[in-house]
C-alpha cells in the first residue's frame, strides 16, 4: 500500500515536472519568436537566419558563431585551395588560346609564304616552257587558245568535284564580266606574241611600265590624279625601261609593241573592273571571278584562232614541221597549267593581302623570272641595259610603297 502510494506520488510529480518542463520550453519558444520577430521587423528583416538560429542558442545548442570560428581556418584553407586550383584552371585555357593563336598566326604565315613561293615558281616555268614552246611553233594565238582551254578545264574540274563552289551568275554579272574578259583575253595574248619575239627578259623588263600606264589610264577615265610620290616614282621607271630597250640585243619593235599593248589592256582591266563594278555576291569571289573570266576568255578567242591561224596544233602538223609531237605538245601542256595556276594562285593570295602588298609581291616575282630566264637561256645582257633593267625594277618598287603614302586631307 505505501509502495503504491509512493509509485502513485513519483508518477504524479514526474507527470508535473513534465508538464513544467514543457511549459516552460513552450514559453521560451514563445519569448525566442517574439525577440526574433521583434528583431527581425526592428532591422527591417536584414538576415532571415536570425530566427531560425535563435532557437537552438536559447536550447544550449552550440552557437553558429562557435561553428564558424571551429570551421572557419579549414573553409578559408579550402577556399584558398579552391581558389589556387581555379587560377590554375583558368590559366591554363589563357595559355592555350594564346598558344593556339600564335599557332594559327604562324600556320597563315607558312601558307602564305607557300603561295607566294608557288606564285614565283608557276610564273618562272610558265616563261621557260612557254617561250621553248613559241620558238619552234609561233603561233601565239593558238598557243594563247590552248592555255585558255587547259585553265578552262582546270576550272570545269574544281567545280565538278567539288574542290572550289561553283558560283551562281546572273545575266547582270555575266554583262559585266565580259569586258573584263575580252581585255583579259587580249592581255594574254599581246603578251605572248611578245615572247614570242623578244627574249623573256626583255618582255617583262617592258611590262614594268604597267604603273605608268595605270595611272595613265585612272586619270583619264576615273578621274584619279596621282600624288607626287607616286609622278615621282614613274621617272626611273620610264627611265629604266627605255635604256634597257635602246640596249636590248633581241630588240624588234613587234615584240616591244606587243608588249606595251600588253601593258594598255591588263591595266584597261584593272580601270574596267573599278569602272563597271561587277557585284561578287554570294560565291563569285575573285577566284571564281577569275574561273568565269578564262572560261569567258577561251569561248571569245576560239573564232579568233580559226579565222587567224586555224587547227595548226596537231600530230600530222607538228610532224610536218620536223618537231617532237611528244616533247611540244607535253611542254604546252605544262605552260598552260602553269598559266592558269601562277594566275589561280595570285588571286588566291590577293584574297590574303592588301593590293599594295600584292603589288610588292609582284616586284619581286619580274626580278626573278628576269633572272632565271636570263641565266636559262643565256641571255646576253650588257651592262647598260642590266642598270635599266635594274632600274625599272627599282621604280616599281618604289611605287608600289608611294601607293602607301595617303594625301594629305586639306583644311577647309
Not at 80 to 94: E, K, L, T, V
Not at 112 to 138: E, R
Not at 302 to 329: H, R
Request: charged share 15%; with cysteine.
Amino acid at each position: 500500500m505505501a509502495i503504491s502510494a509512493a509509485a502513485g506520488l513519483h508518477s504524479t510529480s514526474s507527470l508535473t515536472f513534465s508538464s513544467r518542463h514543457e511549459q516552460r520550453h513552450a514559453r521560451i519558444l514563445a519569448a525566442g519568436s517574439r525577440i526574433s520577430s521583434s528583431s527581425i521587423a526592428g532591422r527591417g528583416g536584414v538576415h532571415a537566419s536570425v530566427s531560425a538560429g535563435l532557437t537552438p542558442i536559447l536550447l544550449g545548442a552550440p552557437r553558429e558563431d562557435d561553428l564558424a570560428r571551429k570551421f572557419r581556418p579549414r573553409t578559408r584553407i579550402i577556399e584558398a585551395r579552391s581558389a589556387a586550383s581555379g587560377d590554375a584552371s583558368a590559366a591554363a585555357p589563357g595559355d592555350g588560346v594564346e598558344e593556339q593563336e600564335s599557332g594559327s598566326a604562324m600556320m597563315r604565315t607558312l601558307q602564305l609564304g607557300s603561295l607566294f613561293g608557288l606564285w614565283y615558281l608557276f610564273n618562272i616555268y610558265f616563261n621557260i616552257y612557254n617561250k621553248q614552246v613559241l620558238k619552234v611553233f609561233p603561233f601565239p594565238i593558238t598557243i594563247t587558245e590552248i592555255q585558255f582551254a587547259i585553265g578552262s578545264a582546270a576550272v570545269l574540274f574544281m567545280w565538278t568535284t567539288g574542290l572550289y563552289k561553283r558560283p551562281s551568275l546572273t545575266t547582270a554579272q555575266v554583262v559585266a564580266i565580259l569586258p573584263l574578259a575580252l581585255v583579259h583575253t587580249m592581255g594574254n595574248l599581246f603578251t605572248n606574241m611578245s615572247l614570242g619575239k623578244v627574249a623573256v627578259s626583255f618582255t617583262h623588263t617592258i611590262k614594268a611600265m604597267e604603273p605608268f600606264f595605270s595611272v595613265l589610264l585612272s586619270a583619264m577615265f576615273l578621274g584619279e590624279a596621282p600624288s607626287a610620290w607616286i609622278i615621282a616614282s614613274l621617272l626611273p621607271i620610264v627611265g629604266g625601261v627605255a635604256l634597257a630597250s635602246l640596249t636590248e640585243a633581241s630588240f624588234n619593235w613587234a615584240g616591244f609593241l606587243s608588249a606595251m599593248a600588253s601593258n594598255v589592256t591588263f591595266q584597261s582591266r584593272n580601270v574596267l573592273s573599278k569602272k563597271l563594278m561587277v557585284k561578287k555576291e554570294g560565291s563569285l569571289d575573285n577566284i571564281n571571278l577569275f574561273s568565269v573570266i578564262t572560261i569567258l576568255s577561251f569561248f571569245l578567242l576560239a573564232p579568233v584562232t580559226l579565222f587567224f591561224e586555224g587547227v595548226k596544233f596537231t600530230p600530222e602538223y607538228l610532224t610536218s614541221m620536223g618537231l617532237d609531237v611528244k616533247v611540244v605538245m607535253l611542254r604546252a601542256l605544262v605552260a598552260g597549267l602553269c598559266f592558269h595556276s601562277y594566275q589561280q594562285v595570285s588571286y588566291m593570295i590577293l584574297q590574303r593581302v592588301s593590293p599594295v602588298t600584292h603589288s610588292v609581291g609582284n616586284c619581286v616575282k619580274r626580278v626573278i623570272v628576269i633572272v632565271t630566264s636570263v641565266i636559262f637561256f643565256r641571255t646576253p645582257v650588257s651592262t647598260i641595259n642590266a642598270l635599266g633593267t635594274a632600274l625599272a625594277l627599282a621604280g616599281v618598287f618604289a611605287y608600289s610603297r608611294a601607293k602607301r603614302i595617303k594625301p594629305a586631307k586639306k583644311s577647309a
